[in-house]
């Protein structure tokens, strides 16, 4: 593909994903496919000379869409939102463009430098302690990770290396910390989201799940407990992972309890806001992350509400150098003239190379303004308030929990395999689509608010799909 | 931004990118700024209100180009290449606009089955053994991680879960593990990458670095005697990391010979062909690969030197179970109705979401055809020839190492303190960039390939900086 070529088909693209988001309404949400269609429609093997951009360009719609699950569709109401925005698909264009792999400050200085400011306007859009921002001049800072789950197995391995060393003084892997790893516990909540357990599976560390309060909350008496109960055990408690808003139902653990309990045990706090943390840019929803001065580390992801497309899931810490030192080997051939001036991002996270990510993070603060993206957030909370009015005003129906960002639980009133029935039923039913979620034995549907378009009446769309279902449901059960 | 905003800015921003990679030449290919460049020209602080897209596309030249390592510039010769193509850009932008998270084969099907079908084709345009491919119907087949970091650090976590169920049946990290992960040995190169030691230090086990031979290859007979004095002293040799490709000198460890011994031994041998792997889809190439088939796992990164934008590094494996047993978490809300019979790609990687990437591997394969791709790979290994016939052609110098792939590595005959005066003086000069490394104590320069429009005139051009450099610099030796 020359020049000329690329000018036009990467326009007709543009074109085609304009259209494709613009009329996403017409496209039934989840697919109906089975396992294996796609097999059956292209060659098993490569071709051997180039195809013609016309026969790839079809096969977008006769291979790649029968299969999509549409995550912008308002009609797609299931996990939680993934963003997607325009100004943040020209970003990657660029990014793609630029093409730099951004693993030390001299493999391309933009590439940091740009990251380092910009995660310093989030940290202030989100009124965290000044301990986390770069320009505090301390130790913190904010990085740009692929996702939660990264950040919080970067954030346990580094809590995991500060202990090997305070308690064996060697902290590199050998064979001498086995006696103290075989120690090591952390906490989540038994509400946190499975990438917290598997954190400890792959950090290699016991992972103890705590039990909540009714409201889905960890707090800080059942946290000093387990504590005390492992210590007595001769265990060793070092980090907690507390969440706020949960993916099982929008709970937020309690950190103005746990975060005084964490500090006074010298136990590493870190916080993982994935979905609900881009509400805190709103001042009305800032309360709720009060107590972060606790943690060593917070966490949430632009990507999902704060209408940057993924991967972008900021992290920042109260201490870089605890994550830095966690895992510094230092080639010759990635060393240069600049150590030390400004980060060096390959030592913050998990992978060694690295997109161009904080340009679209960049692009879309700007493009839209702290005003813009806070209406944003306040819409959505909005249409899951509606969403809940009509439940409420059903009285087959029952919330579960409380409806504090844009998630909706709820179920029918009576036993579980109901609203077993109920949720295959809207899905097979498809013209939206939901997943289900269960806490303390109880099991419930969800309905998140996703699509970037989502408006009012398809919230009520949703809700007469919803209401059609049931009836329908209920008079075949009757009947039985 | 309006969809009729997007359509302009978005073909707007194509344009930029073509006119940007066409005259990639009129920049330098290493910026002059310093560390903290970048805070100074922009606000400390995100605006409240909308930006006009003027400014925001203004501040692409004003603020971030004069800050880029430009990886694409055929004067660009440090590291290995990043690959970078328009077929690859377009297909991203249409991964942007469909934004589907793809963790679970339901969370979007087309996602994952496009993946199981490319990671076939690509499979047998390397000629894998069957075992590796999901068409053989065996366990085996590929995924695509995001760097050769995380596909080395997903196989070393793999290998020490089988390990530690082999004995003493729990592996899920409880602390009676500790007593066996404390003796698991993992073997690599001392020429290996500094990713695979760093995945020794997360996933908290022995990484020895074993003495390789006058070509820099690690032999079967180093690593059989480093097994069996491991296993003398009681320790448990779980997992050998081969190279094929090294970044220090493009070395290649000798797996017809390790092979056969981790296979004796019951060790999980991993290939990390990130580099070098994209050249065995040539015929002349492939017997590099031979022994593969001894290889638990096999990766290599397409975003390196096969014309597909990072991120997409390919892994493969003979028994997918033994990666997905490793982490498996399953919480309710990500379980659907066809679990089992498609691979659910988030037990196979470190984070929980991902992009759809296999749309631009997709893309790539089929606008250049096998024949464009291996006519590519041939251009740039023909280039290295030309480098290195200039090299040998001056007295003054010496080849280190062979020149096998795109990188040849030079350095002027006598002392290391010369050769890195030499370097210094390269990149002080700024037409070019170039990274030394080092091997057994012999300091050198590393010239790669890295541009994907690089032709003879650059490498000419390479050349007659290097040596108009290298004069300036011995006449000023000579005059001290």
């Not at 309060?213 to 507390?242: N, V």
């Not at 439940?391 to 077993?420: Q, S, Y």
């Not at 996703?450 to 008079?475: H, M, P, R, Y």
Request: charged share 25%; net charge negative; proline share 5%.
């Amino acid at each position: 593909m020359d020049v000329e070529e690329f000018r036009k088909r990467g326009k007709e693209m543009v074109d085609y994903v304009a259209d494709y988001l613009e009329n996403i309404r017409e496209r039934r949400p989840f697919p109906t496919v089975t396992p294996g269609y796609l097999r059956e429609l292209i060659p098993d093997s490569a071709p051997e000379d180039p195809e013609s951009w016309d026969d790839i360009f079809a096969d977008i719609e006769r291979v790649i869409m029968p299969g999509v699950t549409h995550w912008d569709s308002p009609q797609f109401h299931s996990f939680f939102p993934t963003a997607n925005s325009y100004p943040a698909i020209i970003a990657d264009i660029l990014s793609d463009g630029i093409g730099n792999i951004g693993f030390t400050w001299a493999s391309s200085p933009a590439c940091t430098e740009l990251e380092v400011v910009v995660l310093d306007w989030l940290g202030k859009m989100l009124d965290l302690p000044p301990a986390f921002l770069f320009s505090s001049g301390g130790k913190g800072g904010g990085v740009i990770q692929g996702t939660a789950s990264e950040a919080t197995l970067v954030t346990l391995l580094s809590a995991r290396t500060q202990f090997l060393h305070k308690h064996n003084k060697s902290g590199d892997g050998h064979h001498d910390d086995g006696a103290v790893m075989s120690k090591l516990v952390a906490y989540c909540s038994a509400q946190a989201h499975s990438s917290v357990e598997r954190a400890g599976l792959i950090g290699a560390v016991t992972m103890k799940k705590l039990e909540t309060d009714e409201k889905g909350a960890l707090r800080g008496t059942t946290l000093q407990q387990a504590i005390e109960k492992d210590r007595a055990a001769g265990l060793i408690p070092f980090y907690l992972c507390a969440t706020l808003g949960t993916t099982l139902s929008c709970a937020f653990d309690n950190v103005l309890e746990c975060g005084p309990v964490c500090e006074k045990e010298g136990i590493w706090m870190h916080i993982d806001a994935a979905y609900a943390g881009s509400a805190f840019i709103c001042p009305e929803f800032r309360p709720l992350l009060n107590g972060v001065k606790y943690a060593m580390s917070f966490n949430f992801n632009p990507h999902k509400w704060m209408k940057v497309n993924f991967d972008c899931s900021a992290l920042w810490v109260q201490d870089s150098s605890l994550i830095s030192d966690a895992f510094n080997v230092d080639p010759l051939y990635l060393k240069h003239e600049n150590q030390g001036k400004m980060p060096d991002y390959r030592h913050w996270q998990i992978p060694l190379g690295r997109r161009f990510r904080s340009l679209k993070l960049w692009f879309v603060i700007r493009a839209y303004g702290l005003k813009g993206l806070q209406e944003y957030i306040r819409k959505d909370v909005q249409l899951a308030h509606d969403f809940e009015k009509l439940v409420v005003a059903d009285d087959r129906f029952e919330i579960f929990g409380e409806v504090v960002m844009g998630l909706v639980c709820f179920r029918l009133k009576g036993p579980n395999d109901v609203n077993e029935k109920l949720l295959k039923a809207v899905n097979d039913d498809g013209r939206i689509n939901i997943v289900p979620s269960s806490v303390k034995g109880t099991y419930f549907l969800r309905l998140a608010i996703c699509g970037s378009k989502t408006n009012n009446n398809d919230i009520n769309f949703a809700w007469k799909v919803i209401s059609e279902v049931t009836s329908k449901l209920l008079q075949e059960n009757a009947c039985k």
